[in-house]
């Protein structure tokens, strides 16, 4: 919708806060078989990012839900935060690897020390990649836990037509969300 007197973009979201990550990615799937697209769908951002943007810290989870300055971030799902673990885990892993090998094979070395090499190398590979899906995994729940010590976890839902705000509402009632109602924002 566009305000022709100011020419301002107006832009509906549908809101709620939920309890859990469970419940929200129910949600979210929920939203998505409904015919919502996956980037009319955002969550709020980490704690640092919002209150860097906000320039002020917030207590509450409330404070944030119509405000159209707080920052937002896209939802990882479990399952894609797995693939990112999994892939933080096993690419250290092979090209540590791949590497020995490589060096292995061109010094010319006997087959026994190429794979003694290559085998060290790849342990060596999957440990630090262990760590560093152990730290983005951390890092996840930590916010988790942030915002859900703030009040909640908050989604929105970008809403184009009046049949997809009553589409949304429901989804989020029927998902056990709190504070579900719809607001108009200035978008940019």
């Given at each position: 919708?566009?305000?022709?007197?100011?020419?301002?973009?107006k832009?509906?979201?549908?809101?709620?806060?939920?309890?859990?990550?469970?419940?929200?990615?129910?949600?979210?799937?929920a939203?998505?078989?409904?015919?919502?697209?996956?980037?009319?769908?955002?969550?709020?951002?980490?704690?640092?990012?919002?209150?860097?943007?906000?320039?002020?810290?917030?207590?509450r989870?409330?404070?944030?839900?119509?405000?159209?300055?707080?920052?937002?971030?896209?939802?990882?799902?479990?399952?894609?935060?797995?693939?990112?673990?999994?892939?933080?885990?096993?690419?250290?892993?092979y090209?540590a690897?791949?590497?020995?090998?490589?060096?292995?094979?061109?010094?010319g070395?006997?087959?026994?020390?190429?794979?003694?090499?290559?085998?060290?190398?790849?342990?060596?590979?999957?440990?630090?990649?262990?760590?560093?899906?152990?730290?983005?995994?951390?890092?996840?729940?930590?916010?988790?836990?942030?915002?859900?010590?703030?009040?909640?976890?908050?989604?929105?839902?970008?809403?184009?037509?009046?049949?997809?705000?009553?589409?949304?509402?429901?989804?989020?009632?029927?998902?056990?969300?709190?504070?579900?109602?719809?607001?108009?924002?200035?978008?940019?």
């Amino acid at each position: 919708m566009v305000d022709t007197d100011e020419n301002i973009d107006k832009v509906r979201e549908a809101v709620g806060i939920f309890d859990d990550p469970e419940t929200l990615e129910t949600t979210i799937d929920a939203l998505m078989i409904g015919g919502f697209d996956r980037a009319d769908i955002s969550i709020l951002a980490g704690t640092d990012a919002v209150e860097k943007k906000l320039r002020r810290h917030f207590s509450r989870i409330e404070e944030l839900e119509d405000d159209a300055n707080a920052a937002r971030g896209n939802y990882i799902s479990q399952e894609s935060l797995g693939a990112a673990e999994g892939m933080l885990f096993g690419l250290p892993m092979y090209v540590a690897a791949g590497i020995a090998a490589g060096l292995a094979t061109a010094a010319g070395g006997p087959l026994g020390a190429t794979l003694a090499a290559t085998v060290a190398s790849g342990g060596a590979g999957a440990a630090i990649g262990a760590v560093l899906a152990r730290l983005l995994g951390k890092k996840h729940a930590a916010e988790l836990e942030s915002q859900l010590a703030r009040g909640g976890l908050l989604l929105w839902v970008r809403v184009w037509t009046p049949q997809q705000e009553n589409v949304a509402l429901e989804i989020l009632s029927e998902h056990s969300a709190h504070d579900v109602h719809v607001h108009e924002l200035t978008a940019g």
